[in-house]
Nanobody
Framework: QVQLVESGGGLVQAGGSLRLSCVASGIIFSISDMRWYRQAPGKQREVVAVITSGGRTNYPDSVKGRFTISRDNAKNTVYLQMNSLKPEDTAVYYC????????WGQGTQVTVSS
């Protein structure tokens, strides 16, 4: 049974930082491409960070230079370091694993106050 469990969300003031974690089980984590998505109320889910099994990363312009994705294969964990947070970063953040199929976590709420 595949499980992705996110943690680290919360309430932070604009300009602050948060670090999200996602622990995976039931998959071969080391060969999985991992992504963080977010979904704000009334908006479509969008990808905010990608890290391939080989460690290559990619970000949309909206978060480039502020967000950093990383992974620890020994801990089956992917991280999202979010700095210089803005109110428009407020959303539910989801962890996604792509290995043969796509798997999702339950999401963690991030709220950035102005």
């Amino acid at each position: 049974q595949v499980q992705l469990v996110e943690s680290g969300g919360g309430l932070v003031q604009a300009g602050g930082s948060l670090r999200l974690s996602c622990v995976a089980s039931g998959i071969i984590f080391s060969i999985s491409d991992m992504r963080w998505y977010r979904q704000a109320p009334g908006k479509q889910r969008e990808v905010v960070a990608v890290i391939t099994s080989g460690g290559r990363t990619n970000y949309p312009d909206s978060v480039k230079g502020r967000f950093t994705i990383s992974r620890d294969n020994a801990k089956n964990t992917v991280y999202l370091q979010m700095n210089s947070l803005k109110p428009e970063d407020t959303a539910v953040y989801y962890c996604n694993a792509l290995v043969y199929s796509a798997y999702w976590g339950q999401g963690t709420q991030v709220t950035v106050s102005s």
